[in-house]
């Protein structure tokens, strides 16, 4: 287990990961995008590695995960590294069956730092270089990190990442700003690229990142790169014209400019998809929470969307999210093959007035 990402390298020649979310990347979004994009790695979102460890509903709830998602990498956090070992022993049971074990040392949360997780590492390295290499010794799983440029810019951002690769860390994942940026600012990219230069193991990009094809003119001598809330109105972002010869389902007509814009009919029944595993995974009052927030989202491009926005983000019931879905396909049934990400650029070739 522990040479999995140096697997995934020889398997892949650029890998894409979907971020970890807090309530989005569930298991049903998980399920989403590796439907739509089969080779998309995900992690999970994060959770703390006290609750996983002192109860088990918790940890019965949010690990276990479908087929479809393998393989799943579980992202945690917390402050004591002996916490973490227990936490990492449990996800390393065999019926949860996870594929390796992120530790997040990026969020900027001010009231969670304060109370000295997440961010807090970047300026507290010999706790953070403890954790990994106690977690390491806990669990044949492979440790991650994900991290971010520094706290505030004071910190030799060199020394600290080296210090995680001696702590055997095989992967580190850099979102582009400081804790003090939080999400403002435009990411730095040229830190990440001289970091890569001065470590052995995998370095992967996130931040700042809109699709495949953007990665591909921004790659360098990175690794990987992993995108989180661009996918949110566009799960198709990890898609790129190369995959058309492993996907059968890919229109290559689709395609503009090496990104793809999926039509108003694939649109629609990724939603009624990503709705059905909604159901499956949550119970109803939850889904009914936790759908609204997506429904409006995959139709951003979608010129008429006001007209249905109200029922979107209030419906109440499986059945009332397909009767909407199913009259957006019997109102515009002219346009289920056109493609609503073009419809600002383009309406004309599209045939629309």
């Known amino acids: ?7 995934q390298i020889k398997k892949y020649w650029k890998l894409c990961l979907l971020a970890p979310m807090d309530w989005y990347g569930d298991s049903a979004y998980r399920q989403t995008i590796r439907k739509i994009a089969p080779h998309v790695l995900c992690v999970s979102e994060f959770f703390s590695a006290d609750w996983l460890v002192h109860s088990k509903f918790l940890a019965d709830q949010v690990l276990p995960h479908t087929p479809s998602e393998k393989p799943l990498i579980m992202q ?27 530790i997040n040392m990026g969020c900027p949360a001010k009231k969670v730092v304060r109370s000295w997780h997440w961010s807090w590492l970047l300026i507290n390295e010999q706790t953070a270089f403890e954790i990994v290499k106690t977690i390491e010794n806990a669990t044949k799983l492979p440790i991650s990190v994900k991290t971010r440029l520094s706290f505030d810019w004071w910190q030799d951002l060199i020394q600290f990442w080296k ?31 001289k970091l890569k230069d001065e470590l052995n193991i ?34 198709w972002c990890f898609i790129w014209e190369e995959h058309i010869e492993k ?18 009919n694939d649109i629609l029944n990724i939603m009624q998809f990503h709705a059905e595993k909604l159901v499956e995974t949550k119970w109803e009052k939850k ?7 997506h429904l409006v989202q995959y139709l951003k491009n979608f010129p008429w969307v006001k007209s249905y926005r109200k029922r979107l983000v209030t419906t109440e019931s499986y059945e009332n999210t397909k009767n909407v879905i199913s009259e957006i396909k019997q109102e515009f049934s002219e346009f289920m093959e056109k493609r609503p990400g073009l419809w600002e650029i383009s309406k004309e070739s599209l045939g629309i007035e």
């Open 1 to 7: 287990m522990k040479n999995f990402w140096q697997k």
């Open 202 to 235: 995998p370095v992967i990009w996130n931040w700042d990142i809109l699709n495949y094809t953007d990665w591909v003119k921004k790659v360098k001598n990175l690794d990987w790169f992993m995108i989180g809330r661009w996918s949110f109105w566009n799960p």
């Open 163 to 193: 210090g995680l690769e001696k702590a055997w860390a095989k992967l580190i994942t850099v979102h582009g700003r400081t804790a003090k940026q939080a999400y403002t600012w435009i990411a730095d990219w040229t830190q990440i690229y």
């Open 247 to 264: 996907y059968d389902w890919l229109d290559k007509n689709n395609f503009v400019d090496w990104i793809y814009y999926p039509t108003l």
């Open 287 to 293: 889904w009914n929470l936790e759908i609204r927030k």
């Open 76 to 102: 945690i956090f917390w402050k004591d590294p002996e916490m973490f070992a227990q936490a990492a022993k449990i996800i390393e049971k065999e019926k949860y069956d996870m594929y390796g074990i992120d």
